[in-house]
DNA sequence: CGCCTTCTTGAAGGATCTCAAGAAGGGTGG
DNA sequence: CCACCCTTCTTGAGATCCTTCAAGAAGGCG
């Protein structure tokens, strides 16, 4: 089971390692981490809200929600994870899901038990930083969430989710135009925007007709990046994605 | 110096201990911590966006905004602070600041080095833990606030924020009333609610008119938790706030 | 007392929602 | 390969919530 983990498992070692700076041996502890795969449909609760957890859940491939709810049964994505995320790191040391996450597609996790994790991470001070690092990436991007729907007209709020996710997805916008599989219903995206499908779909058909993006079956086309970018008061930084390897950060000592 | 940040380290310690299980050794080593007691005035920035910070701020007295900005101009609150709370603990692994740390009325923190903090948590690894979990309830926070800005209308949005907010402040609402002080204008609740100054007024009068809760000068006054509770859709689980000691988690083993 | 911020209220306009119904698309079984 | 079904997309028309603009009242502070 280690060994078909493995590919996995060096996505995530790939995300902790882009931010964060770990020795070769800590590497192979991430690398050896044990996770049971396990697959969920579209609609279908990964971590259910309230839920106590034993485990943290890799995405290998797919797409995953956190949703939040009114008492009208309204949903709201308040994130949206992709391959090579772990949407609840963080109950690592907080073990009671304050929100549910719901796969958005059909979507493959591996369940890696708290207690490896928490082990590599008592062992090598190293991966705990790192861990507890990207639980602070995560809260930037629910920041920048907050300010999304608070303050930005509908254009500018899928814009703006469209920057995200296209930088997120690692795409390579520097021609201007870029290509990613996006498998979100048009529901999905309201959900996450907190506007009706209804008025995603309206504003989708503005930025076709601009020529900014365009979304077509299960897959975002980014015409004008530079536009979508301005149309999305879009500024990555809060991402902290493409750090060179100078920027990484360690603050513990090596073993 | 160490001599009269006890009490406000105090309040710092008793903070993580609600949610953490730290011995007397790490408990002495939290009050032990350096610290320099700094003043802002309303909308001064203790923390600007993209700064590198050195060292986190420990709230003293007073109340701090996390904000956003529009491209236009307009702001949004991502997060309000109060006495007691560490708004920026995450700066310790993250220091390059995400988004802006302002006073929202006059506030006194403590400028605690990242240095201290950093060696706090190599030597008692519970202590990384119980800054790490601060940070996840941090993130359940903004989550509930992409719910509220997202998909509430304006009662709600509101009546959710004084719900919060009076549950962290430990307002005794047991008796369906309760009163507590907020130096917030109308126009702070909008920025942190996405809606103008002139719709929060507009709203609050109907909070007023219908006996739930009223605003005068720097306090609120809740006549009717359940009223509001309900009018807010409040389900306060999120906050992690009065744990029964026994709920308390710690993972690292002693030393 | 006077100034400046904050609060309050009115009227009109705009962005988004609701309701509704038809079109298109993707998958499945015959 | 076609027919069918169900989800998703698309578009229209009217309603609603919230904003904008404006101006006066109230409140705190020197």
Redesign the pocket.
Known sequence: MTLQNQPNLQRFLDRLTSRSVLSDEEQEAILGLPGLAAQAE??RDIVHLGEVVDHACLLVEGLVGRFGQNT?G?RQITAIYISGDMPDLHSVVSPRATSALQALATTTILRIPHGALRSAAARYPAIAEAFWRECTVDAAILSQWVVNVGC??????ISHLLCELAVRYKADVRSGEATFLLP???????DAT????????????VL?ERGVAS????SVHIHDWDALVQMGEFDGTYLQADMEPEERIRIVQAV
Chains 1, 2 share one sequence.
Do not use: F
């Not at 930005?152 to 709020?157: F, G, T």
């Open positions: 579209t609609h009208n309204e930005r007209d509908a254009k500018a709020r979100l219903t048009q529901e999905h995206l309201g907190g506007l009706t499908s209804v008025h995603v779909n309206r504003t989708l058909k076709r979304l077509r079956g299960r």
